[in-house]
């Protein structure tokens, strides 16, 4: 099992870009497929992006496609979610997640998470 710890999380004006940095320890990163997920409250988790294991897949999210990147440096064991351009609707708690095998959009296929971060959007 590897152990995800999510930073990068703030308070950030309506437009403005945060780099969110998920750190992964306790297992070997390379062979997991990352993902990012979001909760505002009172709605359920959501897929925002995902990649590969070597980077060179992607997949994001319709709602933010255009405006957030995802990235990994395996040299570093951490993945990011590079937030630009950012709305009101942004604003949630955003969880990175990792499995040992293809990434997907379904939160329930991920068996590693971390403890989220919250991303707050004032208008």
């Known amino acids: 099992q590897v152990q995800l710890v999510e930073s990068g999380g703030g308070l950030v004006q309506a437009g403005g870009s945060v780099r969110l940095s998920c750190a992964a320890s306790?297992?070997?990163?390379?062979?997991?497929?990352m993902g990012w997920f979001r909760q505002a409250p009172g709605k359920e988790r959501e897929f925002v992006a995902a990649?590969?294991?070597?980077?060179?897949?992607?997949s994001v999210a319709g709602a933010v496609k255009g405006r957030f990147t995802i990235s990994r440096d395996n040299a570093k064991n951490t993945a990011y979610l590079q937030m630009n351009s950012l709305k009101v609707e942004d604003m949630a708690v955003y969880y990175c997640?990792?499995?040992?095998?293809?990434?997907?959009?379904?939160?329930?296929?991920?068996?590693?998470w971390g403890q989220g971060t919250q991303v707050t959007v004032s208008s």
């Open positions: 997640a990792a499995r040992p095998g293809s990434y997907t959009s379904l939160a329930e296929m991920y068996n590693n």
């Open positions: 306790g297992g070997t990163f390379s062979i997991y497929d």
């Open positions: 990649i590969n294991w070597s980077a060179s897949r992607t």
